[in-house]
């Protein structure tokens, strides 16, 4: 089975709406203190400077696709359907470098032969796989999309790196989309999406990569491990994602004033506290999971507003405001009004 691209004839308004959503992380979990036993930090600093006190984390032998099968099933059990057109996974710890891994979890989840391919904006990624499944369903060419995001951020991570071993953890979030119309709850848009490639070592694997391999010269030690400039890279998601949400909020014809939750890339406390009082949205106002998963990159977003959903700090009829920021440097920003849908 594939499908054929352009068969489908797009009404004018055709829309993603949100129809699904589940989430997944490891049963690891790492401690301040375990960390504070093997790195110089403390409990203190890593409560104070990123607002984490738990993460979740893979155990030796899960991969990526293992967290993404088992949150992309919870998506298609909350969508009531497993009918799916494509599936998009965003991930920046694909389970190989070749070939993309989406095919992988597409197969796991009964839907081999639908077109599956991965998307890389490290952070944003759930944003722009939103983009990429949105494009699908309004140009025509899907129905219903999978988008799964999903990062084993952890075996990216140099583990003697205190600057991003206390910060960074596994999970995955993931909904899907079908096709409906701009007016209904869950419609998504429209996406405020950017990028500089002028800054791409603020935040960067440097070798493994075809600049490293094509020099012929075997990559330093530690180079295959994540890098951040993590001051700059603080700055910079402050102003990204403060920007973008501004102009996501406008573009949707909304006032800041109007939005109930504001579900920000969980990067690190201070970064969303000061992202919210840019945007003048009051703490009650605003959703956070980063005290127990940590930031758990492209995965960050939907598994936030799936635990959110699953507690009740998020529920049908409330405006919500997604943005992120992250390696690239790539950001953006929605909003859409949440819709009266049972996560898992
Ligand atoms: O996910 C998308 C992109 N990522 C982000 O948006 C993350 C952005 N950056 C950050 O979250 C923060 O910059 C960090 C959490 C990474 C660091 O916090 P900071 O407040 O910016 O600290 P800093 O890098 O300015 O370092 C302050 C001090 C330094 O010591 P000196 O030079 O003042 O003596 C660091 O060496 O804290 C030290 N430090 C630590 N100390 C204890 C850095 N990491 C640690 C640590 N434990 N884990």
């Known amino acids: 089975m594939s499908t054929v691209l352009g068969e489908k004839r ?25 960390l504070a036993a093997r790195l110089d930090t403390s409990d203190e600093w890593i ?16 991969a990526t696709s293992d967290l993404a099968v088992e949150a992309g099933r919870r998506a298609l059990k909350s969508a009531g359907s497993a009918d799916i057109d494509a599936v998009v996974l965003a991930t920046t710890t694909p389970d190989h470098l070749c070939p993309a891994t989406a095919p992988a979890v597409a197969a796991r989840l009964g839907l081999t032969g639908v077109p599956a391919f991965d998307v890389a904006a490290v952070c944003t990624g759930f944003l722009y796989g939103l983009a990429s499944a949105c494009g699908l369903i309004a140009a025509g060419i899907a129905d219903r999309v999978l988008l799964v995001a999903a990062d084993a951020f952890t075996t990216l991570i140099d583990a003697e790196d205190r600057a991003t071993a206390v910060i960074f953890a596994d999970g995955a979030g993931a909904v899907v989309l079908r096709a409906g119309r701009p007016d209904e709850p869950g419609a998504v848009g429209p996406l405020v999406l950017g990028s500089d490639g002028d800054l791409p070592d603020l935040i960067q694997v440097p070798a493994g990569g075809s600049r490293q391999r094509s020099s012929g010269r075997a990559a330093p030690p530690g180079d295959h491990f994540f890098r951040m400039r993590g001051r700059d890279t603080y700055r910079h998601a402050v102003e990204r994602m403060t920007a973008a949400s501004r102009e996501a909020v406008i573009r949707r014809g909304w006032r800041l004033t109007d939005i109930d939750r504001l579900a920000a890339h969980q990067a690190n406390a201070r970064i969303l506290a000061a992202v919210a009082d840019r945007l003048d949205i009051p703490a009650e106002r605003q959703l956070s999971n980063i005290e127990h998963v940590g930031n ?10 799936s635990q959110a959903a699953q507690d009740g700090r998020l529920s049908s009829g409330q405006k919500v405001l997604l943005t992120a920021f992250g390696g690239g440097l790539a950001w953006g920003a929605t909003a859409l009004t949440w819709p009266d849908l049972t996560p898992f």
């Open 47 to 62: 409560r104070s400077r990123t607002g984490i006190a738990t993460r979740h984390v893979v155990s030796p032998g899960t």
């Open 10 to 34: 797009a009404p004018a308004g055709r829309t993603a709406v949100m129809a699904g959503i589940g989430s997944y992380v490891p049963p690891g979990v790492v401690t301040n203190d375990d």
């Open 296 to 305: 758990t990159g492209g995965a960050s977003i939907p598994l936030l507003l």
